[in-house]
């Protein structure tokens, strides 16, 4: 099987401008000519092997880091902007221009997303304008939320500084602390009254009386989550906002978002320390039941931690994880392999996440293989979370974690798995799904042309043309 080229001169340019290099200088410590540089960062020119060991040996580059990054999934969501139906009647670019576009005009291809997440915006504003006439605040703008989403879902959900900071203060020194005793000392130096109530808000924190107080309805890893959270933003706080300056949203909305959600980074990183949890992964063989009573998390907590092990020089196997309601909308995603979810709207029915509210309590296993011929080993649970009385509503999801099917052999749920059987058919979107045969499609696929036939009716009412 021939070897696929390694095309990454925006990584290698990135490199060389964090080093300060000019391409002369650059060229000189990778032993190549300057042309042959200037070719390889403008993808003219794949990445030699003699490159990638210089990369290695004289920078101590992470060379791993030359085939992540964001190209895949910019081409995902691309290609899922590109089958709204506002294109229907342009030419839509074969996959492989847009993989170039991804990789050598990565800020043009996110100014296109960009540019498309406003539209549908205005469009849904524009839908319900009965809602919004009269009113003088009435405005079209970014959704703070699809903001923050778009920062996470663009660091591969791993952000170093943030991550190192939480280990630094549960494990001092590379001991691990209880967290609850840790946030609880942390606390009381601050000076920082710590009291449970009855209340069914999970946290609240007055900062005039400095008293900070849990719900006893909560979970005890809800509690340890929540306690660790508020420690986050009483004593990272010069940490959160320098990565929010870093981030550039555009509305203090999205700012604001943005910190709850590093703060809340922080807490699942310090109750799930990055090199304590990375080997308790590995020598339980990512087992979420025993990885949840080893550290006092959930099942969520720890499925969502593994898709965030991605640290350079430590990474941990490449997860996706998935959770949605239970009308199938995805409510959090997070993938570092290729496997991108659908930016709008829901994921394929024909996942196993979806089957998982029928089963409630039990593990779902399943091989997937998605329309570019990738394969998945797929695990899926339903998740409820009870309100803590009997008049509070429980909360009910599914979550879905996943790895490439080359990965599953160290996962304890593929044990008595034929990982050579049969792998079910999988999409992202039916907009941009390639399969004519889908009994579950919901629309026919943007790119081909369709046949009618008046005369004939198969599963569905109509014929995908070639």
């Known amino acids: 099987m021939a070897t696929q080229k390694l095309y990454a001169g925006v990584k290698l340019r990135e490199l060389r401008g964090r080093l300060g290099l000019t391409q002369k200088a650059f060229a000189d410590k990778l032993s190549v000519s300057l042309p042959y540089l200037n ?11 003699s490159v990638v060991l210089a990369l290695a040996q004289e920078f101590g580059f992470d060379v ?71 009113r003088e605040d009435a405005s079209l703008r970014p959704s703070p939320w699809e903001e923050v989403r778009d920062f996470f879902h663009y660091c591969d959900n791993y952000l170093d500084a943030v991550d190192r900071a939480a280990e630094h203060f549960a494990c001092p020194g590379g001991v691990r602390r209880d967290p609850m005793q840790a946030a609880g000392e942390t606390l009381e130096r601050m000076g920082v009254r710590l009291a449970y109530s009855d209340a069914p808000a999970m946290r609240a924190y007055d900062p005039e009386s400095r008293s900070f107080t849990l719900s006893t309805r909560a979970s005890g890893p809800t509690q340890r989550f929540q306690l660790l959270y508020q420690v986050a933003i009483l004593t990272q706080n010069d940490l959160l906002e320098a990565t929010l300056d870093f981030a550039r949203f555009a509305t203090p909305e999205a700012r604001d978002i943005a910190k709850i959600g590093l703060a809340n980074y922080f807490a699942g990183a310090a109750l799930l320390p990055y090199r304590a949890f990375l080997d308790a992964a590995r020598s339980t063989r990512h087992d979420l039941e025993r990885l949840a009573d080893l550290f006092g998390a959930s099942i969520e907590q720890v499925a969502h931690r593994l898709s965030t092990m991605q640290r350079p020089g430590e990474k941990g196997i490449p997860f996706f994880f998935v959770r949605v309601d239970q009308a ?24 196993n996440v979806h089957r998982a509210f029928e089963t409630p309590g039990r593990f779902l296993r399943q091989l997937a293989e998605t329309p570019d011929g990738v394969k998945y080993f797929c695990l899926a649970r339903d998740v409820s979370k009870p309100g803590g009385s009997f008049h509070a509503p429980t909360r009910r999801y599914a979550i879905g974690l996943g790895c490439e099917v080359q990965h599953a052999g160290a996962l304890v749920y593929a044990d008595g798995m034929d990982l050579k059987g049969r792998f079910e058919p999988i999409g992202i979107s039916c907009r941009i799904c390639e399969r004519r045969d889908c009994h579950q499609r919901s629309v026919p696929p943007l790119e081909r042309r369709l046949r009618v036939d008046p005369d004939r009716r198969d599963l569905l009412p109509y014929e995908i043309a070639d």
Not at 39 to 49: F, G, L, T, Y
Request: net charge neutral; with cysteine.
């Open 328 to 351: 199938g909308t995805i409510t959090k995603r997070h993938s570092a392999t290729r496997l991108q979810f659908a930016r709008f709207g829901g994921a394929c029915p024909l996942w």
């Open 39 to 49: 070719q390889m960062e403008n993808n003219h020119r794949p990445v030699s092997a």
């Open 64 to 134: 791993t880091e030359l085939t992540s990054g964001d190209a895949e999934r910019i081409v995902s969501d691309m290609r899922e902007a590109l089958a709204d139906p506002v294109f229907s009647s342009a030419t839509t670019p074969p996959v492989a221009d847009l993989r170039l576009a991804a990789s050598n005009a990565p800020a043009l291809a996110r100014a296109f997303l960009e540019l498309h997440r406003a539209y549908r915006q205005t469009h849904e504003r524009l839908a319900s304008l009965d809602e919004a006439l009269g």
